[in-house]
């Protein structure tokens, strides 16, 4: 049965375990037991616990794997052998997909890929979609894209511009046939990978999916992702050995029913200039598009600026070293989604600016006096301004560093000395 781009969304309301938690609060790990660091992009979304199987695993007692809180797991399909390029299935594919489901695991599937031309890459997706045409998946079906030692795929392993782009467009080939099936794409790599040899951002852009692999406390991907890959040593009930763990942030897509577009999350500055500032957001699966909204003061007046269709905007004409303060819905054919929350931005200074206090002074969480303090300056401190912004009422404000601290001081109290 085909899946459709919108039922993917149709997914049933998942009966939450005691190990969903939240970024904010629990950052521990019911499978390693050690504490972890989520980025701040996903504040106040819960996150989900997952694994990642293959073959490796063997047989697996999917029951006990649901009881031990398990919410979702990845599932490889197949691979392509790393030294001769044949296609090869996973052993254990058939029976993992049908006792995951029957244990009420949301499945994602995945391709050990070893393409080497976009040609290649169709190839691998065609005989992953072939398999799981018969099944219900609700979750991505992934590249995984992986150099190692004897890997073919190092023939790729290049960070000039050029090979970036190539191995950019074999993924998106891969991604663009599995869209084409009414699956949502979505691509595994670790973070050295991720950030030297391929464009993300071109990814992300195009609705891809990301899923960065670090083992670490803390994952240091800076650009959009969904999923991180944090352990291959996690221990599981059901589960013989170690097995990979993952964390998905967020309840849209994956763990809540289709009522319609909701809040847009993730939104951050990807790049800025003198004149212009990059925004990109977590894509949204089922949105037709999004506006984007700017306001010229803190909690002041949103104006919208575009309309756009990729997860991706540019605003540009903008004033060197002023902050801009911005927020993003999606919306489909019938509704406009919840605002996300404001993101300030700034563009850079066409050079240096610094200043020093004329008095003793309150820096600001945000601009405006009834927020919270950071820190008090003496008279006469230095501070580096960064940039300008002003609040809901039009008075100004520079948004500062001074020493440790960073925040925002009235316009009142600091002299320009160096602009």
């Not at 072939?130 to 004897?150: A, C, H, N, Q």
Request: hydrophobic share 30%; aromatic share 14%.
């Amino acid at each position: 049965m085909i899946k459709r781009i919108t039922a993917i969304a149709l997914v049933f309301i998942l009966i939450f375990s005691s190990f969903t938690v939240y970024a904010s609060s629990d950052r521990k790990s019911p499978f390693t037991s050690a504490a972890y660091v989520h980025s701040r992009m996903f504040a106040n979304q819960s996150i989900h616990h997952g694994i990642d199987v293959s073959e490796w695993q063997k047989k697996i007692n999917w029951t006990k794997v649901r009881e031990s809180g398990v919410e979702y797991a990845i599932i490889r399909v197949g691979y392509r052998k790393v030294r001769t390029g044949q296609l090869r299935e996973d052993k254990y594919w058939k029976r993992n997909i049908e006792a995951a489901q029957s244990a009420g695991i949301k499945i994602g599937v995945y391709f050990f890929s070893q393409a080497v031309t976009e040609r290649e890459a169709i190839a691998e997706a065609n005989y992953l979609l072939k398999r799981i045409s018969g099944y219900d998946i609700p979750l991505p079906v992934i590249i995984d894209f992986e150099f190692g030692s004897g890997y073919r795929l190092n023939r790729l392993k290049s960070k000039s511009i050029s090979q970036k782009s190539r191995n950019t467009n074999i993924i998106s080939a891969f991604c663009e046939r599995v869209k084409e099936k009414g699956y949502q794409p979505m691509v595994y790599a670790n973070l050295n990978t991720l950030n030297g040899y391929m464009y993300p951002n071109t990814l992300t852009s195009r609705g891809y999916m990301i899923w960065c692999a670090q083992y670490s406390r803390k994952c240091d991907f800076r650009k959009s992702y969904t999923c991180w890959q944090y352990t291959s040593k996690g221990r599981v009930r059901g589960i013989t050995g170690s097995v990979d763990c993952d964390f998905w942030y967020g309840d849209d897509y994956m763990f809540r029913e289709n009522t319609g577009v909701i809040k847009t999350t993730g939104l951050i500055k990807a790049a800025s200039s003198d004149d212009s500032i990059t925004l990109e957001w977590n894509p949204m699966y089922y949105a037709l598009g999004y506006s984007v909204y700017r306001s010229e003061s803190y909690n002041g007046k949103y104006e919208k600026i575009a309309d756009v269709t990729d997860a991706r905007y540019t605003d540009t004409g903008l004033q060197s070293g002023r902050q801009y303060h911005y927020m993003v819905s999606a919306y489909d054919s019938e509704s406009e989604g919840e605002m996300s929350d404001s993101y300030s931005a700034s563009t850079r200074f066409l050079a240096g600016c610094s200043g020093k206090t004329l008095c003793d002074s309150v820096m600001r969480r945000h601009p405006g006096e009834d927020n919270d303090t950071v820190t008090m300056l003496p008279t006469g401190s230095d501070t580096e301004i960064l940039s300008v912004t002003y609040d809901a009422s039009g008075r100004m404000w520079y948004y500062c560093k001074a020493g440790i601290f960073r925040g925002y001081l009235s316009s009142d109290v600091v002299y320009r000395t160096d602009c």
